[in-house]
């Protein structure tokens, strides 16, 4: 029986639907909200850190699909790893051996993490913090979970339980017992660690949601002092982690941070088949896989699958062979540098910060009077507004796709593919620029889509 079926026919012939598609069969909400800011463009193929549509415009991608195309899109030798292990017909998700894929995995992450031991290799990052949560509930014996204030750490029910930002945990309780401390706060810790309770404490080492960075000291002290209290330190770094910050993982950057479960996914992906990893001490893993009945106890249907684990072990082959560590933290500081110095210049731009290729560009209120009015209007409306101004004529005239970093946040935040070099600085603080003289400018049409914004916000309340 032959089946009769062309991926490229089906592309031709219904592409064009896309957002009808979308707007009958998944969430409506999504294509509604890409019409009003104005990001509902058509790509139609993508290389590297730039999309390209029908007539071959390029479009500079500064937010790497959430940091998943750490390497930019479709990097040839993932790909070909890609072509290689489908065509060598593995004999995949026996379930009942070992193939040799995912332990050369799990050596080469642990090659970059001295004091890991072992992974657990599943499909997302939410998924790779539910691993976190549960081995160090059942190592500790406890129960209750600590998170800092304005953490993102997945949507899934365990990753929520962690999660720093309301909206996202409205409705959905009862969750898992857990606590909010503020980030840095090493006092309220040692307050909650006292109930004895505790099982650990999560924590972004530069938080995604406003891209703000642990304190000096923080993550090795906050360790030292779970440690003394019998409960364990998991660094989240599905976003920060595999060299986006600079160096292989963000909390390297701290002499002394010693965590006991580590979180990653998203770029050691490649950018092509979905793969999360936990990696953590020896005594927490052999105590969660204690006996030969416990040894499903904890696993995922397709965790260490072919597909994903030689996107892994190539995405990390690149990163090594060709210095993407390196660079990101090299063009990072040339990016944040320029930015930094245009703080003076605009009253509206408020701070720089970040590390590596991870940047946050925070606004704040003007100084003039013209401005404050403007600003005034907007952040009654709805606080987060002036950034969407912003990221919206960056896209829309300059073809530079970014971010607003959260709900209610005046910060764009910048997480391009870390393959990016001096020509994509030059282009985005060009842009910038520009999006900036026409804010200060006070009219226009970025003020206009200001006053578009704020009926939209007012409409939805």
């Known amino acids: 029986m032959t089946t009769d079926f062309d991926l ?29 800011i104005g990001f509902d463009k058509v790509y139609e193929r993508a290389e590297g850190a730039y999309f390209y549509d029908a007539e071959g415009n390029d479009y500079l991608d500064m937010l790497a699909g959430f940091g998943v195309m750490g390497l930019g899109r479709h990097h040839p030798v993932v790909r070909q790893a890609l072509h290689d292990v489908l065509d060598a017909q593995l004999p995949d998700l026996t379930r009942f051996d070992c193939q040799p894929l995912p332990g050369l995995l799990a050596e080469k992450l642990l090659s970059h993490a001295p004091g890991l031991d072992r992974v657990f290799f599943g499909n997302s990052g939410t998924e790779a913090v539910e691993t976190a949560l549960k081995f160090a509930r059942y190592a500790t014996g406890r129960g209750r979970v600590l998170y800092c204030t304005h953490a993102f750490h997945g949507l899934t029910t365990g990753s929520l339980s962690v999660n720093g930002e309301s909206g996202f945990r409205d409705g959905f309780a009862p969750l898992l017992p857990d606590t909010a401390v503020e980030m840095g706060d090493l006092a309220a810790l040692e307050r909650e660690l006292r109930a004895g309770d505790v099982a650990a404490l999560v924590v972004e080492p530069i938080q995604g949601k406003g891209v703000h960075a642990t304190p000096p000291g923080y993550l090795r002290d906050a360790g030292e002092l779970l440690h003394r209290h019998g409960a364990l330190l998991i660094a989240d770094e599905v976003q920060t982690g595999l060299g986006r910050t600079g160096d292989f993982f963000a909390y390297q950057h701290e002499e002394g941070a010693d965590p006991d479960l580590v979180c990653v996914a998203k770029a050691l992906s490649g950018g092509y088949v979905p793969v999360g990893a936990t990696l953590g001490k020896e005594w927490i893993f052999k105590k969660v896989y204690s006996s030969m009945d416990r040894v499903l106890v904890h696993s995922a249907s397709f965790g ?129 620029r520009q999006v900036m003289d026409d804010a200060h400018g006070g009219g226009g049409l970025m003020w206009d889509f200001g006053r578009t914004l704020v009926k939209q916000a007012v409409a939805n309340r």
């Open 8 to 36: 490229a026919k089906l592309l031709s012939e219904r592409g064009a639907e896309r957002y009808e598609l979308h707007t009958r069969h998944l969430n409506h909400q999504l294509p509604r909200m890409l019409h009003t």
């Open 304 to 432: 260490s699958n072919a597909q994903a684990m030689a996107a892994g072990l190539a995405t990390l082959a690149v990163m090594e062979q060709e210095g993407t560590v390196a660079n990101a933290r090299r063009v990072g500081d040339l990016l944040r540098t320029r930015l930094a110095a245009l703080v003076d210049e605009y009253e509206l731009l408020h701070e720089v910060r970040g590390r590596g290729l991870m940047v946050g560009i925070e606004f704040g209120r003007p100084k003039s009077l013209a401005l404050r009015g403007r600003w005034k209007m907007l952040q009654a409306a709805r606080k987060g507004l002036f950034a969407q101004m912003v990221v919206a004529p960056l896209l829309q005239r300059h073809r530079i796709l970014t971010q607003v970093s959260g709900d209610h946040l005046e910060v764009i935040k910048l997480i391009p593919p870390l393959i990016v070099g001096e020509r994509e600085v030059d282009r985005f603080v060009d842009a910038f």
